[in-house]
């Protein structure tokens, strides 16, 4: 397939500033979520260090029959049966290993507030990283026209001097300069164009990621 679309058609539609008003979801950015879920698991190991804490209580029941008698006859319908049935509860205290605990559970409320910290970090370099791509993609918008426009001049001038020159009435110097002006214009709207294709592609970058 033949290419037919220039640079120029290329930059002309990547000019979209309705891209500017894109509802931005933070949740849905992946740093953002890496960042969020390092958070979560670290809230968890401190509730958990924290629960090592606690007293723990424990119930049983313990029921059975037996039964008295001088010989083996247990299986003897006559046999007369008691029934005995225990409730019991078992409190443990946890109390000489509350140096070891503490220093487990301050470890895990210290890595909690570095995540806590770490979740304010991203979001707010994520969303300083938008509002510089939003400034970014206008200033090479910006650049871009006005680039297009010393373009337009500078071929203007170029041509007047090539047919001023034909006539006699500007020198080689006056030509070349017009003609080293209207290259310079030339490279100068070739990088805005590039610029402006750079730009749009960093803004859409951060809004999809």
């Known amino acids: 397939t033949e290419l037919t679309e220039t640079l120029d058609d290329l930059a002309t539609k990547q000019i979209d500033p309705g891209i500017l008003d894109t509802d931005f979801d933070l949740e849905n950015n992946v740093d953002y979520k890496l960042v969020f879920n390092l958070n979560e ?4 190991e401190l509730k958990l260090a924290k629960s090592r804490a606690l007293p723990t209580l424990n119930a049983f029941v313990n029921y059975s029959y037996f039964g008295f ?3 083996f006859n247990f299986l003897n319908s006559d ?3 008691f029934e005995s049935s225990v409730l019991g509860f078992d409190l443990n205290i946890p109390i000489f290993s509350s140096l070891k605990r503490d220093a487990s559970t301050n470890r895990a409320r210290i890595a909690f507030e570095k995540a806590k910290t770490q979740l304010t970090e991203t979001e707010e370099k994520i ?3 938008l509002d510089r791509a939003k400034s970014d993609y ?3 918008i910006e650049e871009y026209d ?3 426009k010393n373009l337009d001049l500078a071929e203007r001038i170029e041509n007047k001097n090539q047919i001023k020159y034909a006539e006699g009435l500007a020198s080689s110097f006056e030509l070349r300069q017009a003609q080293t002006q209207l290259y310079t214009a030339q490279q100068e709207y070739l990088q805005a164009m590039v610029d402006v294709i750079n730009r749009k592609t960093d803004l859409e970058t951060i809004l999809n990621n």
Do not use: H, N
Not at 41 to 44: A, E, H, T
């Open 79 to 81: 046999q007369e049966w």
């Open 138 to 140: 206008i200033f090479s």
């Open 146 to 148: 006005t680039k297009k």
């Open 41 to 44: 698991q670290r809230y968890y």
């Open 127 to 129: 969303r300083l990283a």
């Open 69 to 71: 008698g001088d010989s």
